[in-house]
């Protein structure tokens, strides 16, 4: 089995959080933080940044690790480091080609609401990322490991 080591990134401004949809009709439709593998000596944070100007056109700085999640499926086992970030510029736009090959067919800033109606990733955005939030994000916390329902 392979193993894969990722990195996220949790942007929040006024109030809303960037998530980008994955859309395979018939086959998914689901909104995640934007993020993905770590390439070669990368950094995880270059790799969260990275992963987000590539996923989203935004321009962010990554600051705490908030969460470890562990999935699996039956091709790999991954490793994936979730940290807030800020803005720091930029416009929303899907059309790097990595993106367009992922089917990310939009980005957009969801509130807390929007998110409950969506299939969502990770997901702690559903529910308790907002009281971690509140709490200062004390220390990183180690999800449980969970089946991935797409890949």
């Known amino acids: 089995m392979l193993h894969r080591i990722s990195a996220g990134a949790i942007v929040e401004n006024e109030g809303r959080v960037l998530l980008v949809r994955h859309r395979r ?32 056109g935004l321009d962010i700085h990554v600051s705490k690790l908030i969460y470890i999640e562990e999935l699996v499926n039956p091709e790999c086992r991954h490793v994936k480091f979730w940290f807030t970030a800020s803005l720091l510029g930029g416009s929303l736009d899907v059309s790097h080609p990595e993106t367009v090959a992922e089917f990310i067919v939009e980005a957009a800033w969801l509130t807390p609401e929007e998110i409950k109606d969506k299939t969502v990733f990770p997901p702690v955005l559903s529910g308790r990322y907002w009281q971690d939030r509140v709490a200062g994000f004390p220390t990183p916390v180690s999800l449980p490991l969970r089946q991935m329902q797409f890949w």
Do not use: C, H, N, Q
């Open 25 to 56: 009709i018939g086959k998914y439709d689901f909104w995640v933080a934007p993020g993905g593998g770590v390439k070669d000596d990368e950094s995880l944070e270059a790799a969260a940044a990275r992963e987000a100007k590539e996923e989203s």
